[in-house]
């Protein structure tokens, strides 16, 4: 009788694997591997930053699952996003001269994938409460809706702005899914 939560729980596992690497497939022939080089230096900062996110995430969801919504915890888990975002964006022009001076202009590419650890936060707390309800339809189709914002996104925004427009487009794609799971959710 939870064969639609299985199924739904293996795709969400297909899609977020094949969004954590097809937006390095695009970019490097569409921008070049050193401009890929950078992106990568960017996306490894971002997953630094979301290392307590998404601890709090794994401790809601049990919680959830049971039952035993913790409001509380899930607002400090969006605080901690915003900090995460905030500390991002402001510290890495300080940071990366003394830890990668050959990586300068990954700077701006950092401070503006800092900035999808608001809306990746948000959607963390719904995630865990959408899959605790056992809806994991709705964060299903939010993982596509990722996907496909992300790979639309790099090819149009890097188009016309370059790896920046690229990591633009992680933010878009975090706010789209985070949108879709809130609006989802009721």
Request: charged share 10%; no cysteine; hydrophobic share 50%.
């Amino acid at each position: 009788n939870r064969i639609g939560f299985i199924v739904n729980s293996y795709a969400m596992k297909v899609v977020d694997t094949l969004g954590s690497s097809t937006d390095r497939l695009i970019i490097g022939p569409m921008f070049g591997f050193a401009l890929l080089g950078n992106y990568q230096l960017g996306y490894q900062f971002i997953a630094l930053l979301d290392i307590i996110p998404t601890i709090v995430y794994k401790f809601t969801l049990p919680h959830d699952a049971s039952g035993n919504e913790n409001v509380k915890l899930k607002k400090g888990l969006i605080f901690v996003g915003i900090i995460s975002a905030l500390s991002g964006y402001f510290l890495s022009p300080i940071i990366l001269p003394f830890t990668f001076p050959k990586y300068i202009e990954a700077i701006e590419i950092i401070q503006i994938m800092s900035l999808s650890m608001i809306p990746s936060s948000i959607a963390y707390a719904y995630t865990s409460k959408l899959l605790g309800a056992e809806k994991t339809k709705i964060v299903l189709i939010g993982y596509v809706v990722y996907l496909i914002a992300l790979i639309i996104g790099i090819i149009t925004l890097g188009e016309y702005f370059g790896i920046n427009g690229a990591a633009f487009a992680i933010v878009i794609s975090s706010t789209s899914q985070t949108v879709v799971l809130v609006t989802g959710e009721k």
